[in-house]
T-cell receptor
Framework: DADVTQTPRNRITKTGKRIMLECSQTKGHDRMYWYRQDPGLGLRLIYYSFDVKDINKGEISDGYSVSRQAQAKFSLSLESAIPNQTALYFC???????????FGPGTRLTVT | GQNIDQPTEMTATEGAIVQINCTYQTSGFNGLFWYQQHAGEAPTFLSYNVLDGLEEKGRFSSFLSRSKGYSYLLLKELQMKDSASYLCAVSGAFSGNTPLVFGKGTRLSVIA
């Protein structure tokens, strides 16, 4: 089974709809991240969390919100989706110390 | 501020050697990571350098010079499956709690 899972894997939604992307991990990591990836722009950090009581904004948090329901779960919400939020979204986790980040398989979101 | 630069695209021939460069400017430094990402898939960890010098791992090697803010990823005996994007990422500041900062990636095409 995958260590970091994301649901849904693909989603098409309409402008103005609320949508939630979910991330779960079995690695026991405290640190979790949400990124979006657009062609030519690379990975950009939306939000990150170091534990269930800690939430931090990344470089592009406007239009997004997150919830850390448990150590293993970190959800990303788009309150009112807009077309320029069409992108590939990745969740990632990282253990303590200086270790690599582990990425989920990604969610391809299209806002029409 | 933090800035990471890598070439946007490179092309190399099957069986050859290719070097992908990365330069960085960050406030603090706690290691440099290389990731591989095939189109539409999640990034996967390749290597980590925190001290100056060369780290070798099979066909892949990564080099770091902290004084020059420079790293490269060396891929030997190129195979068609090495066609992917290669992401350079830096762990800044002096604690692992600072999120990784990613470059925009270098798209490598391996041709026959």
């Amino acid at each position: 089974d995958a260590d970091v899972t994301q649901t849904p894997r693909n989603r098409i939604t309409k402008t103005g709809k609320r949508i939630m992307l979910e991330c779960s991990q079995t690695k026991g990591h405290d640190r979790m991240y949400w990124y979006r990836q657009d062609p030519g722009l690379g990975l950009r950090l939306i939000y990150y969390s170091f534990d269930v009581k800690d939430i931090n904004k990344g470089e592009i948090s406007d239009g997004y919100s997150v919830s850390r329901q448990a150590q293993a779960k970190f959800s990303l919400s788009l309150e009112s989706a807009i077309p320029n939020q069409t992108a590939l979204y990745f969740c990632a986790t990282r253990g303590t110390g200086i270790g690599e980040q582990y990425f989920g398989p990604g969610t391809r979101l299209t806002v029409t | 501020g933090q800035n990471i630069d890598q070439p946007t695209e490179m092309t190399a021939t099957e069986g050859a050697i290719v070097q992908i460069n990365c330069t960085y400017q960050t406030s603090g430094f706690n290691g440099l990571f290389w990731y591989q990402q095939h189109a539409g898939e999640a990034p996967t960890f390749l290597s980590y350098n925190v001290l100056d010098g060369l780290e070798e791992k099979g066909r892949f090697s990564s080099f770091l010079s902290r004084s020059k803010g420079y790293s490269y990823l060396l891929l030997k005996e190129l195979q068609m499956k090495d066609s992917a994007s290669y992401l350079c990422a830096v762990s800044g500041a002096f604690s692992g709690n600072t999120p990784l900062v990613f470059g925009k990636g270098t798209r490598l095409s391996v041709i026959a």
